[in-house]
């Protein structure tokens, strides 16, 4: 019993685990009874199963606010804020991947999920190794708070470029120094397919395979904005990581809701740029000009809510009645190293 009060990067290893628990329960809940099978998720469903997910996330922030007060409470929520408003950018990312790869519908889900496992795994070891950088030099936090502000400077003021992916590195190192099948093989990242050459069986990726390796590069390009991000708005361990995630589990959901329309949210890259600059000035701020005194949690809350909130509204008026515009992932089609 006292290990599970026992302090784990500022907090009772009780709070981690009950948080464990839940993702690995909405998990298994998702694609053991949910998505058994593969099958295209409609708009609809999609909506449903994202209120769904967005109802347990706001639940586990109130329960947060219960059992450490509302200081950490609303930190939750302005890190889960952040984090979602993020994820439409990632969202389109997402869909330009799966179209270069021409990954069906019905396979993107489970894609999606097990990508979903990478990014807990990936961001745990992010925000760990930032909390360790933080705790040993406090500093750190000006040059995430720079870092902030360059970046909502730079996505201001930056024009919409198509991701490049048939010129990724690490598609180029796979195609290359692995076998890759040209067609999918169902929701499988591997098989065994004869060599074209000596006609035994080798080991080979499927195009799945590759679409989830550059979905996660993707997420880790995002992360740089949003890790920081929530770093300057609390150094509580407990915080960034679990409202980082509990905006990710649902992304999957939203995916196929949001894919269908990302293009109504064009402008609310502005916005997520003028959040960018807010939360990191705002460190300068309680630092020399509050004296070192925390600025306003509940101030810090409903500045990121008003502005990402203003931002979706301006992009659905602006954009109301346009027609989806055709967005090719890049020229060209994938070219894997043939294995059949």
Do not use: C
Not at 93 to 100: A, C, G, K, Q
Not at 294 to 319: C, D, E, N, Q, R
């Amino acid at each position: 019993m006292e290990l599970l009060f026992a302090d784990w990067l500022g907090t009772p290893a009780w709070f981690w685990l009950a948080f464990l628990g839940l993702v690995i329960a909405l998990t298994a809940f998702d694609l053991g009874i949910l998505h058994k099978e593969d099958r295209e998720m409609g708009i609809g469903e999609s909506l449903k199963l994202s209120a769904f997910y967005i109802g347990v996330a706001l639940l586990f922030g109130a329960w947060v606010w219960y059992a450490r007060g509302p200081e950490p409470g609303m930190q939750y929520y302005t890190g889960f804020f952040i984090e979602k408003a993020l994820s439409i950018d990632n969202v389109f990312v997402i869909s330009l991947i799966f179209s270069y790869f021409a990954i069906p519908p019905r396979y993107q889900y489970r894609a999606l999920l097990w990508g979903i496992v990478a990014v807990i795994i990936l961001r745990g070891l992010m925000i760990a190794g930032g909390a360790a950088l933080v705790q040993e030099a406090y500093w750190v936090l000006y040059l995430f708070a720079a870092f902030l502000i360059f970046t909502g400077v730079k996505m201001f003021f930056a024009g919409d470029e198509p991701m490049d992916i048939a010129n990724n590195p690490v598609v180029r190192f796979i195609s290359t120094h692995l076998p890759v099948t040209r067609e999918l093989h169902g929701q499988r990242f591997f098989m065994r397919v004869p060599d074209a050459k000596t006609g035994k069986l080798v080991l080979a990726a499927t195009p799945l395979f590759l679409a989830l390796v550059v979905i996660n590069l993707a997420d880790l390009v995002f992360a740089i904005d949003s890790v920081p991000a929530i770093f300057a708005i609390t150094t509580d361990t407990f915080i960034v990581y679990t409202s980082n995630i509990m905006a990710i589990l649902g992304l999957r959901a939203l995916y196929f809701a949001l894919a269908a329309m990302v293009h109504r949210f064009h402008y609310l890259k502005y916005a997520l740029a003028m959040v960018l600059i807010f939360i990191g000035t705002k460190i300068f701020v309680a630092d020399f000009v509050l004296g070192g005194g925390k600025f306003p949690p509940a101030l810090s809350l409903g500045v990121t809510f008003a502005l990402i909130t203003a931002g979706i509204l301006y992009s659905m008026w602006k954009t109301r009645g346009e027609p989806e515009p055709d967005w090719p992932a890049s020229e060209g089609s994938p070219d894997p190293k043939r294995s059949e």
